[in-house]
């Protein structure tokens, strides 16, 4: 129970955090409804982080399909799944995206978090969407190198430390040794260049910023742990599900949409990224995308919860129909 108690106080700290990264000053709860080209939308919050995959989300609301199923979309920025996962407990947003280990561990606490949906997939081969990068006179090359540093995820004890801790271990090295530590990802360049990390996890487009500056790509601890494994699923609360189940379904719809247009758009993905993160056209034209998919591979977020098991993430796996429950 004290366990319990003081990870939801550490939920109502970063639900505070959250909120403060909003752009509306008084949050509109869904229901709201907005005039937009003569019709009303149904405004929702949703939780995303600032990274190349929200490209899909962000160009599919510029094409108009959310608006299609009468939604206005708000995005809220987020540093990871995780963060999100107290505001939509307080109801300050009513989806988000992010990956699924946050859920997972939400599940383990009953705290009534549901996956309703995929939302992109990292690739099985060749260059992944994420990795942990290192700078060239750090001297790390391999995963078993990684041992005894300092190694930053954006979101301590999620799939990003799992995934690294098992590739590193497959590789002969100590994962117990490193030393995570919570950095966002636009800030791990600086911090590597300053030499307080000594190699950090990052997705598109800092990923390619920093291997093109020279720095080392060490391992795609996706590709090394579960190939083709979620790096983002859809989420709500089981209460929004039960009290809202035709917003849920609507959203779901729009979402399912939305990726299906950005896996065949991928310019016009890539045209929303450089606009929203602020980079050149060309910079984001060799951003590694995703796998954009509404269909979940629910065994591969299984085994991602068998792994968090063995490295006591978490103490048994979660009740799997409860936390998965996939709409269309």
């Not at 009513?94 to 859920?103: H, N």
């Not at 487009?205 to 859809?234: C, D, E, K």
């Not at 060799?286 to 098991?309: R, Y």
């Amino acid at each position: 129970m004290k366990k319990k108690i003081a990870a939801l106080g550490v939920l109502a700290a970063a639900a505070l955090a959250l909120a403060g990264c909003t752009d509306s000053a008084a949050p509109a709860p869904a229901g709201t409804s907005s005039a937009s080209g003569g019709g009303e939308l149904t405004h929702v919050r949703v939780a995303a982080l600032p990274i190349a995959e929200t490209g899909a989300l962000w160009a599919a609301i510029d094409q108009g399909i959310f608006a299609d199923h009468g939604l206005d979309v708000e995005i809220v920025p987020a540093q990871g799944g995780a963060q999100a996962i107290p505001a939509l407990l307080s109801g300050d947003i009513q989806f988000a995206v992010g990956q699924p280990f946050g859920p997972i561990r939400a599940a383990a606490q009953d705290l009534g978090i549901v996956i309703f949906s995929d939302y992109a997939d990292s690739l099985a081969t060749g260059t992944d969407v994420n990795a942990v990068v290192a700078s060239a006179a750090s001297g790390i090359k391999t995963p078993k190198d990684l041992a005894g540093k300092k190694v930053s995820v954006n979101s301590l004890g999620a799939a990003g430390d799992l995934t690294i801790r098992a590739a590193v271990d497959a590789d002969g090295g100590d994962s117990s040794t490193i030393q995570f530590v919570e950095v966002a990802f636009p800030d791990v360049k600086a911090q590597l260049d300053a030499g307080t990390i000594d190699a950090g996890w990052v997705p598109d487009p800092f990923r390619g910023q920093i291997v093109s500056a020279g720095g080392t790509s060490v391992v795609a601890p996706y590709q090394a742990t579960i190939p083709g494994l979620t790096v983002l699923t859809n989420f709500t609360t089981q209460k929004l599900i039960d009290s809202d189940p035709e917003l849920v379904k609507k959203y779901a719809a729009a979402m399912s949409e939305a990726l299906d247009w950005a896996s065949k758009n991928e310019s016009a993905v890539r045209s929303a990224i450089a606009t929203n993160l602020k980079i050149p056209e060309a910079a984001a034209a060799g951003i590694v995308l995703p796998t954009f998919t509404s269909d979940l591979d629910v065994d591969n977020v299984k085994k991602l919860g068998a792994l968090a098991v063995k490295y006591s993430y978490i103490d048994a796996e979660p009740d799997w129909n409860t936390l998965i429950q996939q709409q269309k």
